[in-house]
């Protein structure tokens, strides 16, 4: 079945960018949306269809997706950005998500 | 404002059953697929089910296909999750999500997920 893989964890400064890849071998063909879920919360869609930001998200998060891999980049990572980010993308008529990045910001 | 309350979840043994619903308001129903995904304690998201805007699509993830069934019924705006021969690893809490559609020649699927419930937890332990 088809897999994407993300790294457990990324850990960033606050005011950095960090940056959360999501890999699988189709990726680049296909749309990649991203969701921010924090503890105790239902997840919230940040970037679809690769690099569109729903509204209400802010301009320090974005996406890009090439390859194999697609990117959630967050600039000038804040406290409230501490969360977890899942990737997702579609594929032979199923969902399918990454297993998450905890971020942290410290 | 949009609003999706899940109910229905609670304790069940193996292979019993159980249906969930998911109440919506604040938006036009009928034009927006619906999901559900789930979340095992302190792990990731999984897919489940999706269903087109008109219910005459319905898509599965493997591990829960032939088990569950998804419906939903555009006059009462409700989205229902049939869950019949339950094993304990479908011990998670369960939301809906909507979102817009993607249609091709052949059949019509869930897009991303612009809005989530608020989910119901499932338990399924003897």
């Known amino acids: 079945s088809y897999a994407l893989t993300q790294p457990p964890s990324v850990s960033v400064s606050p005011g950095q960018t960090a940056s959360i890849t999501c890999s699988g071998d189709?990726?680049?063909?296909?749309?990649v949306c991203w969701y921010q879920q924090k503890p105790g919360q239902s997840p919230v869609l940040v970037i679809y269809?690769?690099?569109k930001r729903p509204s209400g998200i802010p301009e320090r998060l974005s996406g890009s997706n090439s390859g194999f891999t697609a990117t959630l980049t967050i600039s000038g990572a804040q406290a409230m950005d501490e969360a977890d980010y899942y990737c997702?993308?579609?594929?032979?008529?199923?969902?399918?998500f990454g297993g998450g990045t905890k971020l942290t910001v410290l | 404002e949009v609003q999706l309350l899940e109910s229905g979840g609670g304790l069940v043994q193996p292979g019993g059953s159980l249906t969930l619903s998911c109440a919506v308001s604040?938006?036009?129903?009928?034009?927006?697929?619906m999901n559900w995904v789930r979340q095992a304690p302190g792990k990731g998201l999984e897919w489940v089910s999706g269903?087109?805007?008109?219910?005459?699509?319905?898509h599965y993830a493997d591990s829960v296909r032939g088990r569950f069934t998804i419906s939903r019924d555009n006059s009462k705006n409700t989205l229902s999750l049939q869950m019949n021969s339950l094993r304990a690893e479908d011990t998670a809490v369960y939301f809906c999500?909507?979102?817009?559609?993607?249609?091709?020649?052949?059949?019509?699927?869930?897009?991303?997920?612009?809005?989530w419930g608020q989910g119901t937890l499932v338990t399924v332990s003897s």
């Open positions: 999500a909507k979102g817009p559609e993607y249609c091709s020649t052949t059949s019509c699927y869930p897009s991303y997920f612009d809005y």
């Open positions: 604040g938006f036009t129903f009928n034009n927006y697929a």
């Open positions: 269903v087109s805007k008109s219910g005459a699509y319905t």
């Open positions: 189709k990726l680049g063909f296909q749309y």
């Open positions: 269809q690769d690099t």
């Open positions: 997702q993308a579609w594929d032979s008529s199923t969902w399918v």
